[in-house]
């Protein structure tokens, strides 16, 4: 009578467990034998600290590789907690496995630290390194395994990063309803392995490497988002206080506020002097930098420009338009202006070969670093109006266009505005791209195609300012 109990009582956990189950243990047991027995390892790391009171200590630093066992271990941990939380279960067994399989990943995670000896307290300030955390890992290793396409990290701070973090109660979820909390990366960074390693190669607790192009040409590549890092962001040596909100919209910033090492320029004046046109390190647009009004004093006949004014788009929700977006290359201009009329304006853009987004912050405005592959940081229906100019051209191509398109349209509020400001294209193309804005199915109050003149290429603009339906 007891036999068909027991069997039953199997299959409350998930196909496959105890097999993935054994392997775990299987593979705990050598580790656990390297560590805990008395033979010398010849990879362990012994360093000696002298303490204030002058008497020598001797820390053991755990080796990479034994730390990423664990790591792995926790992960395969967390797999099959996974599969446990994901089971139907008849009864309380299958939640009383995982949370011992819990215990078992925590114990773990201590394990390790207790036997690299953690922070010592006595001896260190913050401002030291952690044994512990430090890498040592080989950087001129090989990315790429031979015969074989699979990339792989060498960083051991990215290791660390990437290691799942357990909450610090045992067997309790926090606030957000887990367990432990999984850092990420994005999907190309296994793709761009030694440029991530690059990027991850610093000491914890120093500062950071100027680095910050290395950082933005592997976001712009799909890297997004990048890893976080625990070292102190550089700021110029001579930083002086920025100037107050009345004031600074419309002036020029200190050069001392701006770290230029990573910049063709050098100084603000090199980038709005003529005579640096071309030698800026900069191109999408060569009056960024002018911080006038001179480039919304415009034109507004209809056969010949293809811009709105603010106030004649604002015009069209009065007193509704309170937050939003400009998605362009820009110093903040358009939201300075805005600001003038109590909008509120987020400036996406990178720093396209000059400091775009230290200029926007010192102008008392809100920077957005973001590359044209993120998705965008606001949840849904929250933004009254997106405004995009001289960004979204004809280089892009429809399937991107379209992913961008609908995330705007995601957190665009209903009866929000799209502000499409001089899309650019070929004439032989104006029908496609017409046709990815129409399956928006947006409301159309403001429209205008004119050509294209600065250039001989048979070449329109496309201004639209458009309507999010009411969608139930």
Known sequence: MQKPNVSKSRKWLPAGLPVMLCLCLLASIPTVTILCSNIFYTQFVFRTTTSKAGISQVQF?????????????????GVLLEQLRGASAESKAVASFADQLLHIAVSLDKFAESLSGSYDSSSSGMNEVSVVDEDLSDHGESEIDQGSDTHRFNSGELHNYTALKLNRLIGKKNFLGVEAISPSVGLTCASMSSSVNHFMDY???????????IAQKVMISGCD?????????????????????????????????????????????????????????FFKCSNCFDLSKRGWEIST?????????????LRLKPGEIRIGLDFSPTTGTFAALMKERNVTIASATLN???????????????????????????FDS????????????????????????????????????????????KRDDLKIYLNEFSRLHYKKLLWRIVPKTDRSEDELYISA???KPLRS
């Open 61 to 77: 630093v755990l080796p990479h590789s034994l730390r990423n066992q664990i790591s792995d271990l926790q992960k395969k941990v």
């Open 382 to 425: 929250t933004l009254d109006i997106i405004h995009s100019t001289l960004f979204l051209d004809g280089w892009i191509g429809l399937d991107l266009l379209q992913f961008v398109l609908f995330d705007w349209d995601r957190v665009l509020r209903p009866q929000g505005l799209l502000w499409v400001d001089r899309f650019f294209c």
């Open 352 to 378: 396209l070969g000059a400091p775009f987004n230290e200029v926007i912050a010192l102008r008392g405005l809100l920077p957005l670093y973001l590359s044209i592959g993120s998705r965008l940081p606001f």
């Open 203 to 213: 000491k914890i607790y120093r500062m950071c490497p100027d680095d910050w192009d």
């Open 301 to 313: 006949n209809e056969s010949t420009s293809a811009e709105f004014t603010i106030d004649e788009v």
């Open 465 to 467: 300012v458009l309507e």
């Open 225 to 281: 988002p990048l890893p976080r890092r625990r070292c102190f962001s550089k700021t110029p040596p001579r930083f002086s206080k920025p100037l107050p909100i009345n004031s600074s919209l419309w002036s020029q910033p200190t050069d001392t506020n701006i770290l230029w090492s990573r910049y063709k320029c050098k100084d603000y004046s090199c980038l709005v002097s003529n005579e640096t046109l071309g030698k800026r390190g």
